[in-house]
């Protein structure tokens, strides 16, 4: 059975940094695409990042030169490493797997930006 957990979420001060980590089980993190959503209030879940088995990065223009996403196939993990945070960062942290038809989703992390 797959499953995701995320950790590392946090309140932070705006130009702060925090580590997402997505700690993943009953796959292989180096046969799935891997990404990182967010979901603001009331709206729909958005892509922040993501990076294939390949090692290709993908980023959302919001976050572009802040954040860095990557992978240790050795530890299972993908980790989300977010620089210069702004208030807008604020939001509720999903990381994401895909293999082929099958898609799964951690419950989430709150990342809140805030002075």
């Known amino acids: 059975q797959v499953q995701l957990v995320e950790s590392g979420g946090g309140l932070v001060q705006p130009g702060g940094s925090l580590r997402l980590s997505c700690a993943a089980s009953g796959m292989l993190l180096s046969l799935n695409g891997m990404s990182w959503y967010r979901q603001p209030p009331g709206k729909d879940r958005e892509l922040v990042a993501a990076?294939?088995?390949?090692?290709?990065?993908t980023y959302a223009d919001s976050v572009k030169g802040r954040f860095s996403i990557s992978g240790d196939n050795a530890k299972n993990t993908m980790y989300l490493q977010m620089n210069s945070l702004k208030a807008e960062d604020t939001d509720l942290y999903y990381c994401?797997?895909?293999?082929?038809?099958?898609?799964?989703w951690g419950p989430g992390t709150q990342v809140t930006v805030s002075s």
């Open positions: 990076i294939t088995r390949f090692g290709v990065t």
């Open positions: 994401r797997s895909i293999l082929g038809v099958r898609v799964h």
